[in-house]
């Protein structure tokens, strides 16, 4: 076993996709290695990477591949041997393809007969004489959208490519890649340690790299990014921004980091922060410093790739980049003041939103009414969430959005504020957006969810009436996200809503969208309540990885989303709750807690079995049990049982407690096992028959009245 070391040096790679190319070449080697069956002890082996080179290095890789055995079948005896036992044609062709003798040929037995074999073992292939084929492998299997041609050469890769190192044990292994021979020689740092660095073994490598300036582990350069940037806020008094976002970019354009303390003028701190911060971390990769208060100073960090004999010009130069934009940035906010949020409105009724359902104005109009049904289930005034709605749209027309896209909504929230709106109208526009991305939380303030709703199930009426639903990975009006974020937002804040009903008011409205603005061979407007209903099932399908991502099995899910979809007729009474997202999280925790008791199965099991009989019924069956057709010790003891479960469990349904209903309906198991071992449901008497179907299906409703328990059986 000797360590292994390949190493490509190249130009400055992009630095979004270096962790990609990075893992790539590493599980390419691994895979090579692994499809010749040569071992090797990966350990804590991970790639390595700078902007300059992808690596991989492996502590103990054998010296050559195990024996290899193979097994080569011919003929069977009766087509390889004629009738005097002689080797036909076909037998003595197989036994010159396999180079021996026939006679020499071993002979095996299956299904077929008996059959002629040949079984060959010769020594594995040593593993330095296959590393250039897998090496060119793991490059050809690399994810490279652009690939990159340079020189004369008919070979790309994502840059021009300078070196190769392929060291295996001490020796190198000659290969050619990229018109490149392989070498031991890597490079150091391009302005620190511009030379080549003799590498004696893989071992020395990330030592030898890291005394010619370059820190070849990506984890290591991220932690001592991570431990300058904090002492540079400690020593600004403040504390540092580190999104994951940012900090791993940074990591991957640096061999040689090292924090450097910047400024800029306080006045700047007039505009928005949010536009500030994005401009320092999205366009420059810079940290900015905050105080105790979460609150932006005017001190921010750059990361350098070089340590810097005058660090007060590196500061001066990340200074001088800055300011522009934080200029263009005030002016924006300040011109955006001078014309005022309410002024902005003006502007959407000439932007259309789709070409089908009008302009952004419309929608606005839309939305405030939607905005001012839901309120009241929010404990939101209603007057106030229509006037959010109809400002929450207004900053697309500023500056500032134009110019920081990701601020929509954050500048409404300013503007607002500045024209002397309320707090709660001017943190819903911006609560409005959120969630803003997967794991982001959902808006807090009540005006704030109401908007976030409304917003959301316009969205998605709009896109379905008009044709837009997501095709495989196309989805252009994110109909995916807003159907998870509409769920989030109401399971999560615990509002008893009707989704299903609000989803047919937002379809009929979309519906008359479509009517006021005809368009030429468009599709007949679909009808508002079928329209609602797709989308609920589409919200539902959301929904499904929304739970498995906590943990929810399948068959808890499909349980409860049966009574949801149509699947299970509610029982008299409850239709309302089948358009309740919260009452659906509801009943999820409640199977989820059923499940795990030890009548779960069995009661699962029965309730399958009552409705595949109650399915096959011929005829109405009974709406009531006659208790005086009740014969046997069974059904009567069944029938009991029922009705006091029943009255046990109608407050408990009636206050939403579907824990309590199915612990209570758990104890029924031994009357539904005594009833099935000692009663027979189809009774020649019609009249018998009849009034046992109306015990089942009185029990059958009663213990789907949470969830389809009989998904739950296997």
Known sequence: MFPLLIELGTEELPVKALPGLAKAFFDGVLAGLEKRGIEFEGGDSRPFSTPRRLAVLLPSVALQQPKQESILLGPYLNIGLDAEGKPTK???GFAAKAGVAWDALERTTDNKGERFVHRAVKPGARTAELLPEILAEAIAAMPIPKPMRWGDHDYAFARPVHWLVL??????????????????????????HDKQVWLSTPGDYVDSLRAANVMVDPAERRQRIVAEVNAAAAQAGGVARITEDNLGQVVDLVEWPSAVLCGFEREFLA?????????????????????????????????????????????????????????????????????????????????????????????????????????????????????????????????????????????????????????????????????????????????????????????????????????????????????????????????DLDVKALLRTAAQAAVDALAAH??????????????????????LDRLRGYYADKGV?????????????????????????????YDFDRRIDAIGTF???????ALAAANKRIRNILRKADGAIPAMVDPALLREPAEEALAEAVEGAMGDTDAALHRHDYVAVLARLALLRPQVDAFFDGVMVNAEDPALRGNRLALLQRLSERLGSVAAIEHLSA
């Open 90 to 92: 076909a037998l003595e």
């Open 167 to 192: 060291l295996f044990g001490k020796e190198v292994v000659p290969a050619r890649v990229f018109g490149l021979d392989s070498d031991r020689m890597s490079r150091g740092h391009r302005f620190m």
């Open 271 to 495: 505009v928005p922060q949010e536009a500030l911060i994005e401009t320092m971390e999205i366009n420059q990769k810079f940290f900015p410093v905050l105080d105790d208060g979460g609150k932006l100073t005017e001190k921010f960090i750059g990361i350098a790739n070089i340590e810097s004999r005058d660090v007060a010009e590196v500061s001066k130069g990340y200074e001088r980049v800055i300011r522009p934009r934080f200029a263009d940035a005030k002016f924006f906010f300040d011109e955006d003041l001078k014309q005022g949020l309410v002024s902005m409105g003006e502007g959407l009724k000439t932007v259309t939103y789709q070409a089908r359902l009008g302009s952004v104005a419309d929608k606005v109009q839309r939305v405030a009414a939607l905005a001012r049904a839901i309120a009241p289930h929010a404990g939101a005034e209603p007057a106030l969430a229509a006037r959010a709605a109809e400002l929450c749209k207004n900053d697309l027309q500023s500056r500032m959005v134009n110019e920081f896209p990701e601020l929509q909504g954050i500048a409404g929230r300013h503007y607002a504020v500045a024209g002397g709106e309320g707090p709660e109208v001017a943190l819903a526009i911006d609560e409005a957006y959120q969630p803003r991305f997967a794991g982001d939380d959902i808006a807090l303030s009540p005006l704030g969810k109401v908007l976030a709703i409304a917003e959301r199930a316009d969205t998605l009426a709009g896109g379905f009436a008009a044709g837009l639903k997501p095709t495989g990975n196309k989805d252009p009006f994110a109909l995916r996200r807003n159907a998870l974020g509409l769920a989030r937002t109401v399971i999560e804040s615990g509002l």
């Open 518 to 539: 005809p368009a030429a061979k468009a599709p007949p407007a679909p009808e508002a309540s079928a329209l609602a209903a797709e989308i609920f099932a589409f919200v």
């Open 553 to 581: 099995p399948a068959t808890q899910f499909n349980a409860v989303a049966a009574l949801f979809d149509g699947e299970v007729a509610p029982p008299p009474g409850h239709a309302a709750e089948r358009g309740s997202l």
């Open 595 to 601: 499940a795990v008791l030890p009548e779960a199965e």
